[in-house]
């Protein structure tokens, strides 16, 4: 089965600084991998996704992530945090398992932008 | 587009009762799934509908039941509310089954509470 690790369950950053966000997966198989962002009392919605077209993926709201398959990382990044960035965020990954795709999430960090 | 709904938004049960948690699609996809969201643990898979007529177990499936009433319509029944199944619920929804790398669309979520 395939697995997500998140590093670091909540994250700080200043507005205007670097955002980083860690995920690693372990996969057997060239796997699909997900980032969805969760504003508060809301459903999740979908940042951007790796399909294996380019290891550069860039999403929506200026976010993009790198597929690094040496490292099994694809970190999430923008080089500038908004305050309205402020949200948990899910690493996710795609296993095809009986009849259908599913999701295997990480266990998210929520993302603290400071004025 | 409504995209994916869910009823009620809000729920508080006593232990030992019963509900159904509604969920529709207007995206005419043919997969739906319920997860369930824990705090640190992301969402775990409780059922899924790879299409209509035909359900499958998830990562957690004790304790519910699921219909797939039709190809828009996905519901998840606690026959006996435990307070272990206090949690925030989610249906979500994608095109494929089994080809591609489908995004799964999620509803606002059913926020649950048994006491």
């Known amino acids: 089965a395939q697995s997500v690790t998140q590093l670091g369950s909540h994250v700080s950053v200043s507005e205007g600084a670097l955002v980083l966000l860690r995920c690693n997966y372990s996969?057997?198989?060239?796997?699909?991998l997900f980032w969805y962002v969760q504003y508060p009392n809301q459903g999740l919605q979908l940042l951007l996704k790796y399909t294996s077209a380019a290891t550069l993926v860039k999403g929506i709201n200026g976010f993009e992530a790198e597929f690094k398959k040496s490292e099994t990382s694809f970190h999430l990044t923008k080089p500038s945090a908004h305050m309205s960035d402020a949200a948990e965020y899910f690493c996710a990954v795609s296993d095809l398992s009986g009849s259908a795709r599913q999701l295997t999430f990480g266990s998210g960090t929520q993302l603290t932008v400071l004025p | 587009n409504a995209g994916v709904t869910q009823t009620p938004k809000f729920q508080v049960l006593k232990t030992g009762q019963s509900m159904t948690l509604q969920c529709a699609q207007d995206?005419?996809?043919?997969?739906m799934y319920w997860y369930r969201q824990d705090p640190g643990m992301g969402l775990r898979l409780i059922y899924y509908s790879a299409s209509e007529g035909t359900t499958d177990k998830g990562e957690v499936p004790n304790g519910y039941n699921v219909s797939r009433l039709n190809k828009r319509e996905f519901s998840l029944r606690l026959e006996s509310a435990a307070p272990s199944q206090t949690s925030v619920y989610f249906c979500a929804s994608s095109e494929a089954g089994l080809a591609g790398v489908e995004t799964q669309y999620f509803g606002p979520g059913t926020r649950l509470l048994v006491l």
């Open positions: 996969s057997s198989v060239p796997p699909y």
């Open positions: 995206m005419n996809h043919n997969s």
